[in-house]
């Protein structure tokens, strides 16, 4: 089984300030790993993912994570922030030995983003 | 283009109504399909998958049931809701190899 921990439940930020909302998992099996956004009474949007290779993965809107797997790690971080991005940002893992791609997801961390 | 749709957007349902969620998924073949359920604040749950047609796998014991008639047609079902069934209900799929879910646009149930 595996298990999502956002450390952060909500992390208000300045305009054009840096960002990185945590997330740590655990698993006894290698595991993909997403981050999600999810703006007010929507679905969620698949910010980026790791499949493998390169553990600096750049995703959409400016936003990068980077893949600890002694840590098992998968922070996200943006280095200027908008105010656009304030919205729940959610991380989750996937283990790779099955075909059917269940994820199991954070609790997700609100970001707020202050003019 | 691939693109899901998931009607209806908001839902108020009396206790102990029956309930059907239906989500359609365009410009894909054999997807998996996932329903999920989001309460106020918090994360996902994940209540059922489907990695085929008639191939349904439960989660979580409940009072709700999912079917898949066709390929890309994933059905949320319940005969009698209960209070606790109020939330977000998130359809989504994926596909073998590259597990990064693409949503639906969310059902947003409540029962009164």
């Known amino acids: 089984a595996q298990s999502v921990t956002q450390l952060d439940s909500q992390v208000p930020v300045f305009e054009e300030a840096p960002v990185e909302l945590r997330c740590n998992y655990s698993?006894?099996?290698?595991?993909?790993l997403f981050w999600y956004v999810q703006y007010p009474n929507q679905g969620l949007q698949l910010l980026l993912k790791y499949l493998s290779g390169s553990t600096l993965v750049k995703g959409i809107n400016g936003f990068e994570a980077e893949f600890n797997k002694s840590q098992t790690s998968f922070h996200l971080r943006k280095p200027s922030v908008h105010i656009s991005d304030t919205a729940e940002y959610f991380c989750?893992?996937?283990?790779?030995?099955?075909?059917?791609?269940?994820?199991?997801f954070g609790d997700g961390t609100t970001l707020t983003v202050k003019p | 283009s691939q693109t899901i749709h998931q009607w209806p957007a908001t839902l108020v349902q009396p206790v102990g109504s029956p309930l059907s969620l239906e989500c359609t998924v365009e410009g894909t073949s054999n997807p998996n399909l996932y329903w999920y359920r989001q309460a106020a604040g918090r994360g996902l749950q994940l209540l059922f998958y489907s990695i085929g047609i008639d191939q349904i796998s439960s989660e979580v014991p409940q009072n709700l049931s999912a079917s898949r008639p066709q390929d890309r047609q994933f059905i949320l079902s319940s005969k009698k809701l209960l209070l606790s069934d109020s939330g977000f209900y998130l359809c989504?799929?994926?596909?073998?190899?590259?597990?990064?879910?693409?949503f639906g646009s969310g059902t947003r149930l409540t029962v009164v």
């Open positions: 989504a799929w994926s596909v073998d190899g590259d597990y990064g879910y693409t």
């Open positions: 698993s006894s099996v290698s595991v993909y």
């Open positions: 989750a893992v996937s283990p790779t030995n099955t075909n059917a791609g269940k994820s199991t």
